[in-house]
């Protein structure tokens, strides 16, 4: 079997000390998952760390910097199985810097409440990833 292709994201809060809303980017592309939704993030380069490459995609997809919280580790060893290709590991995160826009692979940003995270059509791999941050959210909880 190849080795899965390891993608990462943030879960963008207003803040990480207790987050109360959840930043979603509405994909334009690929054509079979465009109006979809997903948390920002891509894959990590060659010879590129995790964290590097998150803050990378940050920038190029919304033009911000981000201070980046706690790991929310996956079910499979540790990441989130997306597609049969792909893996993902995601952090909360918090902007810092810059107001975010969908620059690159999206057309619409939207902030969900807790309760309101399932009002957008996610991506089939990250559903079982907004049901638990939807746990993690509705519990005030410190995500450093």
Same mark, same amino acid.
């Given at each position: 079997?190849?080795? /899965?292709?390891?993608?990462?994201?943030?879960?963008?809060?207003?803040?990480?000390?207790?987050?109360?809303?959840?930043?979603?980017?509405?994909r334009t /592309?690929?054509?079979?998952?465009?109006?979809?939704?997903?948390?920002?993030?891509?894959?990590?380069?060659?010879?590129?760390?995790?964290?590097?490459?998150?803050?990378?995609?940050?920038?190029?997809?919304?033009?911000?910097?981000?201070?980046?919280? /706690?790991?929310?580790?996956?079910?499979?060893?540790?990441?989130?199985?997306?597609?049969?290709?792909?893996?993902?590991?995601?952090?909360?995160?918090?902007?810092?810097?810059?107001?975010?826009?969908?620059?690159?692979?999206?057309?619409?940003?939207?902030?969900?409440?807790a309760?309101?995270?399932?009002?957008?059509?996610?991506?089939?791999?990250?559903?079982?990833?907004?049901?638990?941050?939807?746990?993690?959210? /509705?519990?005030?909880?410190?995500?450093?």
């Amino acid at each position: 079997m190849t080795a /899965r292709r390891l993608v990462v994201a943030a879960a963008l809060v207003d803040d990480l000390a207790r987050p109360a809303r959840l930043l979603a980017a509405r994909r334009t /592309r690929p054509a079979e998952i465009a109006g979809r939704w997903e948390f920002p993030g891509g894959k990590v380069d060659p010879r590129e760390g995790p964290v590097e490459a998150l803050h990378r995609e940050l920038s190029e997809e919304l033009g911000v910097r981000a201070r980046l919280g /706690r790991e929310i580790p996956g079910p499979d060893g540790g990441v989130w199985p997306i597609t049969p290709r792909h893996v993902l590991r995601l952090w909360f995160g918090t902007v810092v810097a810059g107001d975010p826009a969908p620059l690159v692979e999206h057309d619409e940003l939207r902030w969900l409440t807790a309760d309101g995270l399932f009002e957008v059509d996610w991506l089939d791999g990250d559903v079982p990833i907004v049901g638990r941050l939807a746990e993690l959210l /509705r519990d005030p909880v410190d995500v450093h």
